[in-house]
């Protein structure tokens, strides 16, 4: 009977632990990003110039989480056309877009990253380097839908799986204590 017992607790101990983890993956560490927030300002390289510059944008909606720099997730709308855009702004050309919880349902990276690889949106650099090895991408469609997300880049790719980086890029930042 003890043994029962105890097998019981081991079980619903499991559950609440799997509930609890399952909770904090997919709602728990996210917030909602207000649109008068600088991380709904979005900004998007210039060609010319390299550097990032204000986006025109209308109903943003975004998602992000101090728990890690890759899950910022953002919906809008671009009054700019793509073929403006292409001839001023840096195209960004490993896009890959980075699933949102099922809850942000504005967001649909299998679509946009079919639609990246089929020429149905463009992807644009908002911002290198955003967090050291973390990029902001945007995918602008030509009806003026819109949205970005964070993309790891070469650099962060080396630097979190503790390789070299490549001379390329920036300095290391130095971990503070």
């Not at 609440?16 to 983890?21: D, E, I, L, N, R």
């Not at 292409?86 to 942000?104: G, I, M, N, R």
């Not at 973390?134 to 880049?153: C, E, F, T």
Request: aromatic fraction near 12%; charge should be negative; proline fraction near 7%.
């Amino acid at each position: 009977m003890i043994g029962k017992i105890i097998a019981g607790i081991i079980v619903l101990t499991a559950l609440v632990a799997g509930g609890a983890m399952y909770y904090f993956q997919v709602y728990g560490f996210y917030d909602r990003v207000n649109a008068s927030s600088p991380d709904a300002e979005i900004q998007i390289t210039n060609l010319v110039t390299g550097t990032p510059e204000p986006m025109l944008i209308a109903g943003f909606e975004g998602i992000d989480s101090d728990s890690s720099p890759i899950r910022y997730r953002a919906c809008f709308t671009t009054p700019m056309s793509n073929a403006m855009m292409t001839e001023t702004f840096k195209t960004y050309a490993s896009a890959e877009p980075l699933v949102a919880p099922d809850w942000f349902s504005c967001f649909d990276a299998r679509a946009l990253g079919a639609d990246l690889e089929a020429g149905n949106a463009t992807a644009y650099l908002s911002e290198e380097n955003i967090h050291y090895g973390i990029d902001r991408v945007l995918a602008v469609y030509d009806d003026g839908r819109a949205y970005a997300w964070h993309q790891i880049n070469t650099c962060g790719e080396h630097h979190f799986n503790g390789d070299p980086v490549p001379a390329s890029c920036p300095p290391v930042p130095s971990v503070k204590d």
